[in-house]
């Protein structure tokens, strides 16, 4: 079982920054791979960035590409998501998940645990 608290959401004015954490407790951290996803009212839930077990690999959405940046530290069994530029279309509920497969997916049904969510809001 592997529990996950996500922090760091809040309201941002449009190309404003915000970093969310998500913090991992339970099973070995190192042995999940790592998803963002995001869901705003009215829609399904998407896609956000993804980082391997070791952290060598990312993947990135087209929507966010070159603006977010997904890193983790495995020795704080935490996953970050450095969010730049951001935009009125991010606001959504940022969700982080842990899939223990050995390769990094944007599927959501591959992964194994959820977290509750952060609510983030960008301003126009």
């Known amino acids: 079982q592997v529990q996950l608290v996500e922090s760091g959401g809040g309201l941002v004015q449009t190309g404003g920054s915000l970093r969310l954490s998500c913090a991992a407790s339970?099973?070995?951290?190192?042995?999940?791979?790592m998803g963002w996803f995001r869901q705003a009212p009215g829609k399904d839930r998407e896609f956000v960035a993804a980082?391997?077990?070791?952290?060598?690999?990312?993947y990135y959405a087209d929507s966010v590409k070159g603006r977010f940046t997904v890193s983790r530290d495995n020795a704080k069994n935490t996953v970050y998501l450095q969010m730049n530029s951001l935009k009125p279309e991010d606001t959504a509920v940022y969700y982080c998940?842990?899939?223990?497969?050995?390769?990094?997916?944007?599927?959501?049904?591959?992964?194994?645990?959820r977290g509750q969510g952060t609510q983030v809001t960008v301003s126009s």
């Open positions: 998940a842990a899939d223990s497969s050995a390769a990094i997916t944007m599927n959501s049904g591959r992964y194994d645990y």
């Open positions: 980082i391997s077990r070791s952290g060598s690999s990312t």
């Open positions: 339970g099973r070995a951290f190192s042995n999940y791979a």
